[in-house]
């Protein structure tokens, strides 16, 4: 059992110094070596995690979104919040994230074109990653509506809504290198009070 506990404890140290590379040098520029420089570890021992460069990258960004996921849900679960200021506070958490790690976005446009030029669709990559993201919105929509807090809007089209928020992150970001995190908090904390149901 020891064995299993280090070995994932090595492999998630491997995948978060990699990212760091990653997003200081770009994907391009990471090599299998300087990976396993950084992590301290021979390429040799890198290819016991890893097979190469590409699925060291891929892995990376799942576990940085499995701690984001891990974050939301335990707002989500948190019952003494209530579900506008719970919907507040998980797409605000998933704005930060976005900001916090801004140096992603401009390695991740780059890399999602060029596997596109080698027949890969990029859309259902991004898809696959987001799919958990648009769940967790919908889980407090109609948390909201069932409890009365939000007004009986279409679910999808304000998921959409909250959703394009992130994109619009996403985008500013990686194409305009442009983030202002109070602007995009005012424009969700007006969102959420449009669909709250009045309480005086």
Request: hydrophobic residues 40%.
């Amino acid at each position: 059992m020891a064995i299993v506990v280090e070995h994932d404890k090595r492999k998630s140290e491997i995948l978060e110094k990699s990212l760091e590379l990653f997003c200081s040098e770009g994907f391009d520029d990471v090599t299998f070596q300087k990976i396993a420089d950084a992590c301290g570890v021979t390429r040799t021992t890198l290819y016991i995690y890893f097979k190469n460069k590409q699925e060291i990258f891929v892995w990376s960004i799942r576990h940085l979104t499995n701690r984001i996921e891990k974050e939301l849900l335990e707002i989500i679960e948190d019952e003494t919040i209530p579900p506008d200021e719970c919907l507040k506070k998980v797409v605000c958490c998933i704005v930060s994230e976005c900001g916090a790690h801004y140096r992603l976005f401009k390695v991740l446009l780059p890399y999602l074109l060029s596997i596109e030029k080698s027949g890969i669709n990029p859309g259902e990559r991004v898809r696959r990653r987001v799919i958990r993201i648009k769940h967790f919105l919908n889980m407090i929509i109609i948390n909201g509506q069932n409890a009365g807090v939000f007004k009986k809007v279409p679910i999808k089209v304000v998921n959409d809504m909250f959703y394009s928020m992130i994109e619009t992150t996403m985008y500013r970001i990686a194409i305009m290198d442009k983030f202002d995190v109070k602007e995009i908090f005012d424009v969700v904390n007006l969102c959420v009070d449009g669909i709250t149901i009045s309480r005086s």
